[in-house]
Each structure stands twice: as structure tokens, then as C-alpha cells.
Nanobody, 124 residues
Framework: QVQLVESGGGLVQAGGSLRLSCAAS????????MGWYRQAPGKQRELLAQ???????NYADSVKGRFTVSRDNAKNTVYLQMNSLKPEDTAVYYC??????????????????WGQGTQVTVSS
């Protein structure tokens, strides 16, 4: 099984910056995309940013221009640089990995893994 370990969350004032990291470890055949979601109290989990192995990226409108996603494929690690943070960004941030795993039969299957979440709190 794959483990995703997130770090970098914390408390920051509005206008400040944080950098989140997510390192994947364990057995997986290949990684297609890694990304970040967030979930605020009483709200559904929201896709923020994704990056493919080929470094193609996409962003939610709410964070475009402020957040930047990047990855180190050799380390199976994805980052989220968050600038110009707003109180509305307060949420639990989750790392997500989408890839493939191979069974003993030799057949590969889609795989989807989540991190445990890291709290980001932005004060006004």
C-alpha cells in the first residue's frame, strides 16, 4: 500500500505564505497525477491543483495566480506553494495520488490514495 505524508500546514496571517509537501512511499507501479484538495468545515472537499508526470497543471479558479503546484518525480513528492493567503483559504488540505498498481496476475489497476490532511489556518 502507498502512504502519503503531508507537512507544512500551520497558522499564518492574511497575505502570508505557506508551502505544503506530500511524499508518497510504498508499492505502486506508476504515478499519473498528484494533487491537492481542501475541505473547510461544513463544505465538500474541493480540488485545488493537479500536476501530471509530464508537469501539466490545472488549478481551481479560487487559487489560480496565488497557488503553485510542483512535483519531484524521483522522490514521488508534490508541493503546493501558497501565496497571498486569505482567511477563506482556511481548511484541511489533502494530498491525492492517482496512478496504477499491478496485481500478481500481471494486470494493472487504477489506484487512488489520500493523505491524512494538514490544517491550514489563515487569520485576518
Amino acid at each position: 500500500q502507498v502512504q502519503l505524508v503531508e507537512s507544512g500546514g500551520g497558522l499564518v496571517q492574511a497575505g502570508g505564505s505557506l508551502r505544503l509537501s506530500c511524499a508518497a512511499s510504498g508499492s505502486i507501479e506508476s504515478i499519473n497525477t498528484m494533487g491537492w484538495y481542501r475541505q473547510a468545515p461544513g463544505k465538500q472537499r474541493e480540488l485545488l491543483a493537479q500536476i501530471s508526470t509530464g508537469d501539466n497543471t490545472n488549478y481551481a479558479d479560487s487559487v489560480k495566480g496565488r497557488f503553485t503546484v510542483s512535483r519531484d518525480n524521483a522522490k514521488n513528492t508534490v508541493y503546493l506553494q501558497m501565496n497571498s493567503l486569505k482567511p477563506e483559504d482556511t481548511a484541511v488540505y489533502y494530498c491525492n495520488l492517482q496512478g496504477r498498481r499491478r496485481a500478481v496476475s500481471g494486470i494493472s489497476y487504477k489506484a487512488n490514495y489520500w493523505g491524512q490532511g494538514t490544517q491550514v489556518t489563515v487569520s485576518s
